[in-house]
């Protein structure tokens, strides 16, 4: 049964399929490169077998680079350059885009948030010096931009470069005294800022095997809590990711998934980034850097 109606998201996910190669996030809408990436990830952790589609999407992406290596959300606007994790991710393992791959590499590790001196009468508690990515190039850097280019890393080997072993004190830096992460702050002038469920499923994602279980243990607990409560895609996909990184993705995963998959006819059909993420929390098991490499699509 669960088989089944995830079969029929992949079928809806090719219906956004486009000619050239790309997808689109919405029915009858233009390219979008976060779309593609996510379709090529989905596909990939779903078994590779569609190695055409795979292909061709890859191809489109490579297209969307600029000169520097970042994929930006449009061309129109180079500054928006955080889907460039996204494709890093989605060329792992690939022989064609090896060069666009490692191209994103080098922009990632060379792209650093806006830092400033922590001082005495801050207002938040954390530290702005630490560096980290931003979702716009030359601001702040925030929590889920810099979980995602630390897990673009990692899937290629480079966890142990300088820039991923910060990126690992940044996020640990925004970790919550009560467990969890939001966007990007802690305590501001006092007050203890709210967990979100996506924020922290993002975070542990990328902190798996980086930092000791100890470390993240409260986080681990709130999150496998929220999973249980939560049927929106984002939310619940990240804890699911998150929750399979460290070796305890919850038996009735695969139901929640396929309950969300559900909701679309009360809801309306999901954007195809939400439709991915459900179709790649479904088979990833464990880290989802080792599904990317070992998934069949490397070519």
Known sequence: MYEKKIERAILILHERLLPDGGFVELPKAM??????????????????SDRNAIAAARTRLAASQMKDGRVSLSKEYPPACWPTALAVLAWQGSMVERNAHALAISFLLNTV???????????????????????????????????????????????GHPRAREAVR?????????GGW??????????????????????????????????????????RNQAERYRSPFSLCWALLALSAWGEKPDQGRAWIIESLD???????????LLCLLIASFFVDGDISKSLESCGAQK
């Open 31 to 48: 390219y979008r490169v976060d779309a593609t990436a996510w379709a090529i990830i989905a596909l990939a952790t779903a078994g590779g």
């Open 113 to 159: 948030g806006r830092m400033s001196k922590k001082t005495p009468d801050s207002p938040v508690a954390d530290d702005p010096s630490i560096k980290g990515w931003p979702w716009i190039e030359n601001t702040s850097s925030w929590v889920e931009p810099t979980a995602l280019a630390l897990l673009a890393l990692r899937t290629a080997g480079h966890e």
């Open 170 to 178: 940044m996020l640990m830096n925004r970790q919550l005294p009560h």
């Open 182 to 223: 939001n966007y990007g702050n802690t305590v501001v002038y006092g007050q203890e800022l709210y967990q979100q469920p996506g924020s922290t499923g993002i975070a542990l994602a990328a902190l798996a095997g980086q930092v000791d279980r100890a470390e993240v243990r409260k986080s681990l607990d709130y999150l």
């Open 263 to 273: 909701l679309q006819g009360r809801r309306g059909v999901y954007g195809t980034s």
